[in-house]
């Protein structure tokens, strides 16, 4: 991957797909090193998504997003399909993921895109609870007295935020789009054996856990990244002045075909089906999306601008006008 004139296009990826103890996961896009998701096809295809990154920086992801994450190609898709009940976990944030392990923490979105009548996950602790409660009840087997249970739908949209500790329970199908990390701490197993290599860390997780009451909270520009459900019923224009943030496509439902904008540098119509995923790099900042079927939706993923602090000021780069970069509906 040496040719730095390549025009950069719509990427799919080769799903990697790893079975566990509770169900299957289905890597769409990823960076973890472990997993490094292969483009499908194109001049691209057979080089990793970590390769791109390596070659391409800027032109794949947009500058703010480089200055942020450098390397780090900043967002992870999976599909998560649970047969059997996860063990109760805890996300770690940025800062004691960096401080601690040298990588970046974990916020997900859970987008809920098939549940059986009974489903159930956990999430967050129904009451207040003490840290030594917290600790005997996980001893002895009775910490499902003390967690919020949840019935989640068709088309929930759930964040999974640091300090929470959650599970999912059979009968699930969950896109998660989030930080590109997979530092999760489990942290109790319902008394079911793990395979090998899938230690609980509660000991390890326990500073981190939030011990207050679940609380739903907005969307935050903390979380580093926003998604959005787009009913596409009309062709959709998405353009900037300049190349900006990359962009991410999940078809939940329906398919639609990606097509440059009018005026737009060409590339190959890439179609996106339902349960596939689509990276729109930075440097194709002027397209369309056309729905092909009724009933399209898509899940968009963008990054959210990160301010770096400066190192003797403490102040970040927030600039006071409208970033140029922003794509916009048209």
Same mark, same amino acid.
């Given at each position: 991957?040496?040719?730095?004139?390549?025009?950069?296009?719509?990427?799919?990826?080769?799903?990697?797909? =790893?079975?566990?103890?509770? +169900?299957?996961? =289905?890597?769409?896009?990823?960076?973890? +090193?472990?997993?490094? &998701?292969?483009?499908?096809e194109g001049w691209f295809g057979g080089n990793s998504l970590s390769e791109l990154m390596g070659t391409y920086l800027e032109r794949v992801v947009g500058d703010d997003s480089f200055e942020y994450y450098g390397l780090q190609f900043p967002i992870l898709v999976k599909v998560i399909k649970t047969t059997g009940w996860q063990p109760l976990q805890v996300n770690v944030p940025?800062?004691?993921?960096?401080?601690?392990?040298?990588?970046? *923490?974990?916020? &997900?979105?859970?987008? $809920?895109?098939?549940? =059986?009548?009974?489903?159930?996950?956990?999430? +967050?602790?129904?009451?207040?609870? @003490?840290? %030594?409660?917290?600790?005997?009840?996980?001893?002895? *087997?009775?910490?499902?007295?003390?967690?919020?249970?949840?019935?989640?739908?068709? %088309?929930?949209? $759930?964040?999974?935020?640091?300090?929470?500790?959650?599970?999912?329970?059979?009968?699930?199908?969950?896109?998660?789009? %989030?930080e590109c990390s997979e530092l999760t701490l489990g942290i109790h197993n319902w008394g079911i054996e793990l395979p090998d290599g899938d230690d609980l860390l509660l000991e390890e997780a326990f500073d981190l856990i939030d011990f207050k009451r679940f609380s739903p909270a907005p969307p935050s520009g903390d979380d580093g990244f926003k998604v959005s459900r787009m009913e596409l019923v009309n062709p959709l224009h998405i353009f900037s002045e300049q190349p900006g943030d990359f962009a991410i496509y999940h078809c939940v439902s329906g398919e639609a075909v990606i097509q440059p904008g009018p005026?737009?540098?060409?590339? &190959?119509?890439? @179609? $996106?089906?339902? +349960?596939?995923?689509?990276?729109?790099? =930075?440097?194709?900042? @002027?397209?369309?999306?056309?729905?092909?079927?009724?009933?399209?939706?898509?899940?968009?993923?963008?990054t959210e601008k990160r301010n770096v602090l400066d190192s003797y000021t403490g102040s970040s780069d927030q600039p006071d006008a409208p970033d140029p970069h922003v794509r916009i509906w048209n």
């Open positions: 991957m040496d040719n730095n004139e390549k025009k950069l296009y719509p990427f799919k990826f080769l799903e990697d797909n =790893s079975q566990t103890a509770w +169900g299957t996961v =289905s890597y769409h896009i990823a960076d973890l +090193g472990s997993v490094d &998701s292969m483009i499908a940025d800062e004691i993921a960096e401080e601690r392990y040298d990588s970046l *923490g974990k916020t &997900s979105l859970w987008y $809920i895109q098939e549940a =059986s009548p009974e489903a159930t996950m956990y999430l +967050g602790l129904k009451r207040d609870v @003490d840290a %030594g409660d917290f600790y005997r009840r996980s001893q002895e *087997g009775s910490l499902k007295d003390i967690l919020n249970e949840t019935h989640p739908k068709v %088309g929930d949209m $759930i964040p999974i935020r640091p300090g929470t500790v959650f599970a999912a329970g059979p009968g699930l199908t969950i896109v998660e789009i %989030g005026g737009a540098d060409a590339f &190959s119509p890439v @179609d $996106i089906k339902a +349960g596939h995923t689509i990276l729109v790099p =930075s440097e194709v900042n @002027d397209f369309l999306l056309l729905p092909t079927r009724e009933g399209t939706v898509l899940l968009e993923a963008v």
